[in-house]
């Protein structure tokens, strides 16, 4: 009897347990479904559809204003059990450019990052590691002894004139900044080193997504990590350049593919100065050939007889820029892509057929492409959805998505409404985008 009540108590356990589990899993499966929050077109209103078509799931009557420009919009299971509230901003239905361009990447980090510690052979032939249990990987030296580092030569240099004393090296950790004591070591050439292997600088290609009516560009659609300590660069700035792709190593079910490309590292290359690397993509300010900022090149095609009527240009100086923009984006000397686009918020995002651009050797083109799954409150923005190409002229040529279409535009409905991200290491054809608004967020 006994073993048998026990028995039953354990069932029931499991039962209990079982219901939890869907409980925390139907919550989390439509959390992720309904955002929390969202923008919509003051123009247009707001399609509650597009929010969530689920049969048991509904919006309340009172909105309740939760601060400037913004309201609260109450969401309901059954009609009566409160879920959440959902944040809704009302803005104007922007247009950006959008790219597709391959880009090259040059960026110097703020302060040298520490990759690792290692031996050195001292001179009197012992294995020593001053800087062990003392520098991290992900470390950045901004001072040696109260004079400021900014690359690897500064502290090669400083590290000549110390004649082996200890030093202090200040050093940036999760957003503090500390002074450590180090004592170098001699080497067997007679060297002061302090043991570590350390970075300045950061480059690649990737894909242009956009640029803003006022000269700001983004890109990538995630940020850039260092390649051996995964964490997302701290960067004091860096230049876009125009870049010429080469060839393209197709991606395979378990090995990514990859654009490769040639860079020219000069001046009247620079297409834009990068100012932020952030989780949600790289930005900056979108520059021409010679330097000038659009805004400035914006103001000359506005004086032009033959870009726009001086009548016009007076009191359309939006109209002008895009007129401008679009002779400049077949000017050969800034071989870039631009197509002026609305944007599309990501309650218009929908499962189904879609498109990317892209340049994969042969210029910017359109490829199609199908939304396969769509999470609203992604806790990683850079895969909110999954894309999944479908054009086979792109699945010839690259297998589908490759490193350096990170940024490549989604569009949408005669909109851009994303951004490639990542691709799927088991399936080369699919892979991650993140909503056009994340990105935006940051300009």
């Known amino acids: 009897m006994y073993q048998k009540r026990k028995y039953k108590h354990f069932i029931l356990l499991c039962l209990v347990l079982d219901l939890l589990t869907m409980v925390f899993l139907g919550y989390r499966y439509l959390d992720r479904k309904i955002p929390d929050e969202i923008h919509i077109d003051k123009n247009s209103g707001l399609d509650l559809s597009q929010i969530s078509n689920l049969p048991f799931v509904s919006f309340g009557d009172t909105i309740t204003a939760s601060g400037e420009g913004s309201y609260q919009l109450p969401c309901r299971l059954f009609g009566k059990i409160a879920f959440k509230n959902i944040k809704v901003k009302p803005t104007e239905a922007d247009t950006i450019l959008v790219s597709g361009s391959t880009v090259g990447i040059y960026m110097e980090t703020d302060g040298v990052l520490v990759i690792d510690t290692g031996e050195i052979l001292s001179k009197n032939g012992q294995m020593q590691d001053p800087a062990k249990n003392i520098l991290k990987p ?61 970075r300045d600088d950061t480059q690649g290609i990737g894909t242009l997504t956009y640029v803003t009516k006022d000269g700001n560009f983004g890109a990538l659609g995630h940020g850039i990590s260092d390649i051996d300590t995964g964490n997302l660069l701290s960067i004091k700035g860096g230049n876009l350049y125009c870049a010429q792709i080469l060839g393209v190593q197709k991606g395979e079910k378990g090995s990514p593919g990859e654009l490769s490309g040639l860079i020219r590292y000069r001046n009247d290359n620079v297409i834009g100065q990068i100012r932020v690397n952030s989780s949600n993509g790289i930005y900056g300010s979108f520059t021409s050939s010679s330097g000038n900022n659009i805004i400035e090149l914006q103001a000359a095609a506005s004086a032009s007889d033959d870009t726009v009527n001086a009548s016009e240009s007076f009191n359309q100086s939006k109209t002008s820029f895009w007129d401008f923009a679009d002779s400049f984006s077949g000017n050969d000397s800034l071989p870039i892509s631009l197509r002026q686009m609305k944007i599309g918020y990501k309650q218009e995002v929908q499962t189904g057929p879609a498109s990317i651009l892209c340049d994969v050797g042969n210029g910017v083109k359109e490829y199609d492409a199908e939304i396969t799954r769509i999470d609203m409150n992604h806790e990683d923005t ?46 080369a054809a699919s892979g991650y985008g993140i909503f056009i608004e994340n990105m935006l967020e940051r300009v």
């Open 138 to 198: 992900g470390d950045y030296i901004v001072a040696l002894n109260e004079q400021k580092i900014s690359c690897k030569q500064d502290l090669i240099n400083d590290l000549e004139t110390i004649d082996g004393k200890p030093v202090t090296v200040s050093v940036r950790r999760n957003n503090s900044t500390i002074p450590v004591s180090l004592s170098p070591a001699q080497d067997t050439s007679g060297k002061y080193k302090l043991g570590i292997w350390v």
């Open 382 to 427: 850079n895969k909110s959805f999954v894309i999944h190409i479908t054009d086979q002229r792109l699945l010839n040529t690259t297998g589908g998505i490759v490193q350096g279409m990170s940024g490549s535009p989604i569009l949408q409905n005669g909109k851009v409404i994303g951004a490639v991200t990542h691709v799927f290491v088991q399936d």
